[in-house]
């Protein structure tokens, strides 16, 4: 994949808070619920339910949201294609992680199993 800066950039400023009801609607609308979308977002990022409210309400960026994350140890088993990319792919750190929370909700939106979802070894 041939990242660009102002793709990277768009992604680091992007609020969690303006991306979070897409995904809500996204997985509702395919008959999931808002719970499993919080366990996909906890596994992958380690924010209970809770901290993502406090997120939202403090409108943090992308940046800022993964920079305080703790990444799942398993997050690099996340592969396939999404809005176009390959994953596993990414150069740009930030990028490859907003991703995988894309593919995470994609799975989850499509009916996978929240257990094939949260990847184990």
């Known amino acids: 994949m041939t990242d660009t800066n102002h ?3 768009r992604i680091a400023k992007m609020t ?7 995904y809500v ?6 008959g999931r619920t808002i719970e499993e979308l919080h366990q996909v977002i906890e596994w992958l ?3 209970d339910e809770q901290k993502i409210q ?9 940046e800022t949201f993964f920079k305080h ?3 799942n140890p398993n997050a690099h088993l996340i592969k396939g294609v999404i809005c176009g990319y390959r994953v596993e792919e990414i150069q740009n750190t930030l990028t490859q992680q907003a991703r995988y929370l894309d593919k995470l909700i994609d799975e989850l939106a499509k009916g996978r199993k929240v257990e094939k979802i949260l990847r184990t070894p």
Request: hydrophobic share 30%.
């Open 7 to 9: 793709h990277d950039e």
């Open 16 to 22: 969690f808070a303006s991306i979070y009801p897409h």
């Open 25 to 30: 609607t996204k997985v509702e609308k395919k």
């Open 45 to 47: 990022t380690g924010y």
């Open 54 to 62: 406090e997120l939202i309400e403090q409108k943090v960026t992308f």
């Open 69 to 71: 994350a703790t990444l």
